[in-house]
């Protein structure tokens, strides 16, 4: 392999480790794509790092674009890779999306979305 081709697999190598340090979801709870029976009492979303409270979020909407109503964001007490937000109300049946942004310790902002659904009224226990 010439000097090139060694300098230039070595910075692709440096770009694939750098784009491999953004925080990336590892599970979440209602899980993305997932049908529960009820309402959940909060939303949690794991990542592969731990994460920024103060630069990262969760918004919640319905079918109709409506946002719902969310306490404050949290991490989980023994684990900062997991952001925690509870609901203020119990959610309706239907489809919801999640829209996430975190920032992990590159500082580079990730956003995604997910959606759940809620098959009938009430709230789990």
């Given at each position: 392999?010439?000097r090139?081709?060694i300098?230039?697999?070595?910075a692709?190598?440096?770009l694939?480790t750098?784009?491999?340090?953004?925080?990336r979801?590892?599970s979440?709870g209602p899980?993305?794509?997932?049908?529960?029976?009820?309402?959940?009492?909060?939303l949690?979303i794991k990542?592969?790092?731990?994460?920024e409270l103060s630069?990262?979020g969760?918004?919640?909407?319905?079918a109709?674009?409506?946002?719902?109503?969310?306490?404050?964001?949290?991490?989980a007490p023994n684990d900062?890779?997991q952001l925690?937000?509870?609901?203020?109300?119990t959610l309706a049946p239907?489809?919801?999306?999640?829209?996430?942004h975190?920032v992990?310790?590159?500082t580079?902002r990730?956003?995604?979305?997910?959606?759940f659904?809620?098959?009938k009224a009430?709230?789990?226990g």
């Amino acid at each position: 392999m010439t000097r090139i081709g060694i300098l230039a697999t070595a910075a692709a190598l440096a770009l694939a480790t750098a784009a491999d340090a953004h925080p990336r979801i590892k599970s979440a709870g209602p899980a993305p794509g997932s049908a529960v029976e009820v309402s959940p009492k909060a939303l949690r979303i794991k990542f592969n790092e731990p994460v920024e409270l103060s630069l990262s979020g969760i918004d919640v909407t319905n079918a109709m674009g409506k946002k719902q109503a969310l306490g404050a964001l949290s991490t989980a007490p023994n684990d900062k890779a997991q952001l925690i937000v509870p609901l203020k109300n119990t959610l309706a049946p239907g489809k919801y999306t999640v829209a996430w942004h975190a920032v992990g310790d590159d500082t580079h902002r990730v956003k995604g979305t997910y959606s759940f659904t809620v098959k009938k009224a009430g709230t789990s226990g």
